[in-house]
């Protein structure tokens, strides 16, 4: 199916599926090579993003790595307010997105920064807040803000995520919620064989008429599989990418922008 979603008045065609880039202002993404923490930093990275096609600049303040240190509310405004000052400088007429699970900081980076779209994985599973609390006060928050909004299922197989994922829309549509992007969060609340197996159904998605978001890129799913590192994930990246395409993903969010605009170039050629 063909989708659109708007965007600050402006709608961004998924007819053809996009890619979301991905700009972390943390210093502990447990990418290392995607970290961006100075204005200068920041910057070019936005301007990669672009330049090597990427549709959306997604960002992000706060990891969600396994183990790892949740940033508090406090620091990841400090480091949303200087990335996207930064974005919004350079690349002013950017579609941005907000990767963050609190709902005031999504209400901060809509209203006084633009951004066009909330990327919310959840709350950390060592994160302080509840995640079910915090996760209804975003529904709340993204119908208010009347932006598109990416919901990531943390259940471990594909009935289980079609279940919850309806769930979910069933409530936001009730809330007034237009547009809704599913991600079947691979690394969430899943063993390695669980991915796989998500993977393995990923078409059944499609039975929600929404369209998907896949984040495949390096996570320990490809690297532990083939006993390497997060810096040679990047083959096995652009492999589950180009089955996740081909199984219907509208949009890949990404480290290595060129890569899956090409992935998406091959596909499109092909169906054509």
Do not use: W
Request: with cysteine; charged share 25%; proline share 4%.
């Amino acid at each position: 199916m063909d989708y659109t979603l708007n965007c600050n008045g402006h709608l961004l065609d998924l007819s053809t599926p996009q890619v979301m880039g991905i700009l972390n202002a943390t210093p502990d993404s447990f990418y290392v090579a995607s970290r961006t923490q100075t204005e200068r930093e920041i910057a070019k990275r936005a301007e990669e993003i672009l330049q090597q096609g990427g549709a959306i600049i997604d960002v992000g303040a706060c990891s969600t790595r396994p183990n790892s240190q949740t940033a508090t509310e406090a620091e990841e405004e400090e480091r949303l307010r200087l990335a996207l000052k930064t974005i919004r400088i350079v690349a002013p007429d950017a579609v941005v997105s907000v990767d963050t699970f609190r709902p005031q900081l999504a209400r901060m980076a809509v209203e006084e920064y633009g951004v066009a779209i909330v990327n919310d994985v959840g709350a950390p599973a060592n994160g302080q807040e509840p995640i079910a609390n915090s996760q209804k006060e975003m529904f709340r928050m993204v119908s208010r803000l009347r932006v598109p909004y990416i919901y990531t299922s943390r259940k471990s197989s594909i009935k289980e995520i079609l279940l919850d994922s309806a769930e979910v829309v069933d409530t936001l549509r009730s809330m007034g919620q237009k547009d809704i992007v599913i991600d079947p969060g691979f690394g969430f609340g899943k063993t390695e064989e669980q991915n796989y197996d998500v993977m393995n159904g990923l078409e059944r998605l499609q039975m929600l008429h929404l369209p998907v978001l896949v984040a495949l890129s390096r996570k320990s799913m490809i690297y532990r599989l083939l006993q390497t590192t997060q810096e040679e994930a990047l083959a096995g990246t652009i492999v589950l990418n180009t089955i996740a395409l081909t199984k219907g993903a509208n949009i890949l969010r990404v480290h290595d922008v060129r890569e899956a605009v090409e992935c998406i170039k091959i596909i499109k050629t092909l169906n054509r």
